[in-house]
Nanobody, 118 residues
Framework: QVQLVESGGGLVQAGGSLRLSCAASGSIFSINDMGWYRQAPGKQRELVAGITRSGGTNYADSVKGRFTISRDLAKKMVYLQMNSLKPEDTAVYYC????????????WGQGTLVTVSS
């Protein structure tokens, strides 16, 4: 069974930084892409940052220049460095990994709360 566990969320003041981590465990050997999503209260879940199998990255316009996604495939981990945080970044952050196992599959983490105070 494949599981993702996020960590690193918490309370931070505006302008501060946090680093989120997501660790994958289980039978996940051929990772396709990895991404971070977030969902604020009353809003839909949105893509924050993604990194493809080949290493290409993409970011939501609202976080470009402030957030950086990275990964360590050997450790099956994906990270999100968040700098210059704003109150509007407050949300539950989820990681998602797609991988190949008799077809393309996806798995989500349980989420970690990030709260940015003004």
């Amino acid at each position: 069974q494949v599981q993702l566990v996020e960590s690193g969320g918490g309370l931070v003041q505006a302008g501060g930084s946090l680093r989120l981590s997501c660790a994958a465990s289980g039978s996940i050997f051929s990772i396709n892409d990895m991404g971070w999503y977030r969902q604020a209260p009353g809003k839909q879940r949105e893509l924050v940052a993604g990194i493809t199998r080949s290493g290409g990255t993409n970011y939501a316009d609202s976080v470009k220049g402030r957030f950086t996604i990275s990964r360590d495939l050997a450790k099956k981990m994906v990270y999100l460095q968040m700098n210059s945080l704003k109150p509007e970044d407050t949300a539950v952050y989820y990681c998602k990994i797609t991988y190949y196992l008799y077809g393309l599959r996806e798995v989500w983490g349980q989420g970690t709360l990030v709260t940015v105070s003004s």
